[in-house]
């Protein structure tokens, strides 16, 4: 864990101390090691997208949380712009639409992914708490919480260049979400950097901050360990349990 805040921070070395929490950010996760090299069988791909698109479909509802909770209209005349990325809107197919053909891309069925069936528990706490964070937080606390994508582009960015290769089986066209979110990505940590930066000035403040970044993170890295249990261990959930 990083030093405790004890003075407060310039603009500068208070954006440096939250990119520097990027040591605990997912992709370092060793689920997410396996897949960006190629270790990962299909069963373990399919258990990720499957699992992850849980948390893709409650991203809309952290953002319309932290809208309902702001009552400054220019902060919300961006934020909004995070639904439709996802949600899409009459003839734009938006992010949960993409990570739908990102699952048929990797040999899932639509109504197999959109059932849910094959959701963890752990994943399923991690992102409700998440949920449940960014409803009863301030809307500059769950702004904060969405800094993550300061990491973001990387990690899309990784899938795009080693997928291709070792995952031959996957059809190109569903990488599409991810082509989408670097550039998407990059936008929204702009503006959630700027509410970060403005809003949490004394050293109390950048320190609760430095804490609502790491919850993120863990709820990020607790979501794999889950998948790493079930996939890569074979030990899902009650396993030792005779039917």
Known sequence: MQQAVSTPLSREDFEAALRAKG???????PYHIAMNSGKCNREQIQGW?????????NIPRK???ILANCPDQSVR????????????????????????RLGEA??????????????????????????????TATWQEAACSSLTELFAPEIHQKRLDTWPEHYEWIEQSGLQYFRNRLSEARRDVQHGLQITLDHFQTAEQQQHALSILHFKLEVLWTMLDAMHMAYSANMPPFFTVEA
């Open 23 to 29: 040591v605990y950010y997912h992709i370092y996760h």
């Open 49 to 57: 997208v499957a699992n992850r698109f849980y948390y893709q479909i």
């Open 63 to 65: 953002d319309a949380a």
């Open 77 to 100: 005349r961006h934020w909004i712009q995070r639904i439709i990325d996802h949600d899409g809107r009459e003839g734009t197919e938006g992010g949960i639409e993409a990570w739908l």
């Open 106 to 135: 990797c040999g899932l069925s639509r109504e197999d992914v959109l059932s849910l069936k094959y959701v963890l528990p752990g994943v399923r706490f991690a992102v409700d708490a998440y949920v449940r964070f960014a409803q």
